[in-house]
């Protein structure tokens, strides 16, 4: 299937005017390219809930809070359209950084906890960068349903919150992390690691299953401390932070509950490589403890 792509707002819209015409409901994976399985997968969920898929490619200038990590940040368009081609979307919006932004724009979120702890601390103003460019797309692309990994945790909970509090008229859809066969979440920053960085980077996800093992037989505090222990001593890995929290509301999780998920959340460097994974800890589990 080709693939059409666009680069300006109008051009993307009069597509979309005439397929609404036709009744077609309309899906929206936004991204910032250097594409993956992970993205794969959203675009796979979304076809199969929605008749036109557009797969958007904007590395977006204001959520970056470390400027060699923009500048660093891949940018594969050719592997990227070829990968789209086989993947079954219908367009790619690629729109330049001047016609996303005609004029600067600061917009600032405030959700407590859910905007302010882990990557709201570690990466700040990142969150309004982000939000203001979800926002942006979802009102250029007015979709039905998007959809969005959980390998951003945090970022999928404060999009759905965005998305309540202005009202968009959108489906938010979580969508599992995806991961290489030996665990390593999948990221687009996964290509900047040495081959001995990629080995190194191993350790995030083998302590995170570790700590999802023991959940609930150990209190939090216990896990806490055995995952902080373990990330610590793991060669190559400079931990930033490792946190249990309220999947929901991003509070501290003091004991296990059979109200709300926790989530295990963690973020840490591997060749100077900013890597975040997590894994949610069900409260199924702790109902059947
Ligand atoms: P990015 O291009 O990194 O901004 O990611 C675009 C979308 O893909 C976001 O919704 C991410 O959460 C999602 N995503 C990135 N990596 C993965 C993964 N390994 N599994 C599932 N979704 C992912």
């Known amino acids: 299937m080709s693939v059409t792509v666009f680069e300006t707002i109008t051009g993307l819209q009069t597509w979309l005017r005439d397929l609404r015409t036709a009744g077609l409901k309309v899906g929206f994976v936004p991204t910032m390219g250097a594409l993956h399985d992970g993205h794969i997968s959203l675009i796979n969920s979304g076809k199969e809930v929605c008749d036109v898929l557009v797969v958007s490619i904007f590395v977006n200038p204001t959520q970056f809070n470390n400027p060699d990590d923009l500048a660093k940040y891949p940018r594969t368009f050719d592997a990227d359209l070829a990968l789209l081609e086989k993947s079954g979307a219908s367009a790619l919006f690629f729109p330049s950084v001047d016609e996303m932004y005609p004029k600067p724009e600061k917009n600032h979120w405030d959700f407590g906890l859910l905007s302010t702890s882990l990557e709201g601390h570690f990466r700040p103003g990142h969150f309004d960068g982000m939000l203001t460019v979800v926002k942006k797309l979802l009102q250029i692309v007015s979709p039905e349903s998007a959809f969005f990994g959980e390998k951003d945790f945090q970022q999928l909970a404060l999009i759905r919150r965005m998305v309540l509090e202005e009202g968009l008229d959108v489906k938010i859809i979580g969508c599992p992390i995806i991961r290489e066969n030996d665990g390593l979440a999948m990221s687009s920053r996964n290509t900047r690691l040495s081959a001995e960085g990629r080995i190194h980077a191993l350790a995030i996800s083998r302590i995170l299953f570790s700590m999802r093992e023991q959940a609930v037989i150990v209190s939090p505090a216990e896990l806490l401390s055995w ?51 997590n894994v949610v800890i069900k409260k199924i589990l702790v109902a059947m403890a």
């Open 227 to 277: 995952g902080n222990d373990a990330l610590r001593s793991s060669e190559g890995i400079e931990l930033e932070y490792l946190s249990i929290v309220n999947a929901r509301t991003f509070e501290r999780v003091d004991g296990w509950s059979t109200e709300d998920d926790a989530v295990v959340l963690v973020a840490a460097y591997v060749d100077g490589v900013r890597l975040i994974d």
